[in-house]
């Protein structure tokens, strides 16, 4: 089930002239308007509804995103589905690493097939990639059916976007390098009825060498608290329990606003609003994870208790080649720090195997830190070479190198998720019931403060709400559990 997020944007009323680019939120309700006369007149004709499907790549600002974009589409009168068989199909894009990339590529060639059977399909790609010149040549070049493309900055203008592209024999290329502009306004079809992402900033200052993220999203950009409570207080009232707060790097949230706030006081009015449960936040950057924030963490039960703190590397070596502004030491003191003071915490973490210039000798210091902070989780990769990042010019590792550098650190991550998930059977916690078991008929899936997984009787009914689980039989990374006196947790 899903609803639609509130909207700034006031779409009622008659078409009355086109409103200047300056007023960003008339201007994109105007040609929602407009959208839905041609929706509603192509399905008459049609006889038909028309769908689209929108797919996401990356992370969770691409999935927010994604959600403002399945917004604009559903306002004007297209019917979503799963399905890419569609009239109207949007890749929101990732370009982390290469694999990304080429993973779009691969879905494109066969979106293809798709179009053959049906004529009046139109492809439109969106997201990070697109803020690469390359990607977009290519796409330019090689995949002529698609019509439109646009990028990270300026996704708000859908609207706009859609009725050029349905009303113009022409392609449709709009990438900016920047934008005042945010898509804050658009209306929002969630994925999940009960819970949410929150951005609290957009973009990135900290320039780690190996990463792209901070150029295809631009700099460093707070939102306002004031706009950021009131969406979370509009989230609370249409039944919203929990939230992400989403950023780069939470952390160093509100230094450049004009009334600066610091992420763990924004932290503490999110945790006064009523009806929310439940609060995340990704990610945290160590440089700047401050002890007020391990003490609000603390103090407020509502906060979940799990801290995705990236990691990268173990070795000072390279941690300083990849301009992440912390040693080992620091980051073995935050760690003790974060679980001496919160207990049951969940520390989770990013790896990055295989930057140039990583010796045996650097893997064991990243294996030394892994196995002293127990991570309860860590997302491992393989380095990827990203042009225009500063790493890019450094030498760079064979692949079977790379390779052995990751299967060392992979076991050692193993090992240590399994000795944690381990640690907690037979004890009981809160879970929220977020889907139905796709595995198992008869269970939900649910998953605890500390995010972990886990599976119990159930039915659609639960979904959304909370309930106390015993966790009696540990599938490696996830549960079997039990919901003791089958009792819905106080909310
Ligand atoms: N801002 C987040 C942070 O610093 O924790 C990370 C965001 S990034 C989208 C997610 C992860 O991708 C990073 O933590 C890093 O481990 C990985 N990553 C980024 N660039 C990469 C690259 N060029 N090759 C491999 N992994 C990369
Ligand atoms: Fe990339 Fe570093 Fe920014 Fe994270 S903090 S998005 S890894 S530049
Ligand atoms: Fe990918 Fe962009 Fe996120 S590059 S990881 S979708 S910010």
């Known amino acids: 089930m899903t609803e639609n997020d509130p909207c700034k944007l006031n779409i009622q009323g008659a078409d009355g002239e086109v409103p200047s680019p300056e007023n960003s939120e008339a201007r994109q309700a105007y040609f929602i308007r407009r959208m839905q006369a041609y929706v509603a007149d192509k399905s008459l004709t049609m006889r038909r509804p028309l769908t689209a499907c929108i797919v996401t790549f990356g992370c969770q600002m691409n999935a927010r ?18 399905d890419e068989n569609a009239d109207f199909v949007l890749y929101n894009t990732c370009t982390v690493r290469d694999n990304a990339d080429q993973h779009v590529y691969g879905r494109l060639g066969r979106l ?33 059916f698609v019509s439109l493309i646009f990028g990270t900055y300026n996704i708000y203008c859908l609207p706009e976007y859609l009725w050029e592209v349905y009303h113009s024999r022409k392609r449709v290329i709009e990438i900016w390098d920047g934008s005042e502009q945010t898509s804050d306004a658009l209306p929002a079809e969630r994925k999940f009825s009960f819970k949410s992402g929150v951005n609290i900033m957009y973009g990135c200052n900290n320039f780690c060498s190996y990463c792209i993220v901070p150029y295809v999203r631009g700099r460093e950009r707070s939102r306002e608290p004031e706009d950021i409570l009131r969406e979370v207080r509009r989230l609370a009232a249409s039944g919203v329990k929990e939230i992400m707060l989403l950023g780069q790097n939470v952390n160093s949230y509100g230094k450049t606003l004009e009334h600066p706030l610091t992420f763990a006081q924004l932290l503490e009015e999110v945790c006064a609003i009523d009806g929310i449960e439940r609060i995340r936040f990704m990610s945290s950057h160590p440089k700047d994870l401050s002890d007020e924030l391990i003490d609000t963490i603390a103090r407020n039960p509502k906060v979940a208790r799990h801290i995705h703190l990236a990691l990268q590397s173990g070795s000072d070596r390279i941690l300083t080649a990849m301009n992440r502004h912390y040693t080992k030491a620091h980051f073995l003191d935050l760690a003790g720090r974060i679980r001496g003071c919160i207990p049951d915490v969940a520390i989770t973490t990013d790896i990055i195997a295989g930057f140039p210039g990583e010796t045996a000798e650097d893997v064991d210091e990243t294996i030394d830190v892994i196995e002293k902070v127990k991570f309860e989780n860590a997302y491992t990769f393989i380095y990827s070479v990203r042009s225009g990042t500063p790493a890019a010019k450094m030498v760079q590792l064979p692949e079977e190198v790379k390779k052995e550098n990751f299967d060392r650190i992979l076991s050692a991550v193993q090992a240590s998720s399994k000795e944690r998930a381990l640690a907690l059977q037979g004890r009981c916690f809160e879970a929220l019931a977020e889907s139905l ?19 119990f009787r159930g039915d659609a009914s639960m979904i959304g709400h909370f309930y106390q689980v015993r966790l009696d039989e540990c599938r490696g990374f996830y549960y079997f559990g039990t919901v003791i006196n089958g009792q819905e947790s106080a909310e």
């Open 112 to 144: 293809h097939e798709y179009r053959r059977s049906n004529s009046f399909m139109k492809v439109a790609l969106c997201g990070c990639m697109m803020q690469q010149s390359s990607c977009v040549e290519k796409i330019r070049r090689s995949y002529p």
């Open 437 to 455: 078991d796709e595995q198992q008929p008869g269970y939900v899936t649910g998953r605890l403060s500390d995010n972990m997984i886990v599976h």
């Open 65 to 82: 995103d994604s959600e403002k974009l399945a917004g604009v589409l559903k306002a004007c009168g297209f019917v979503l589905q799963d």
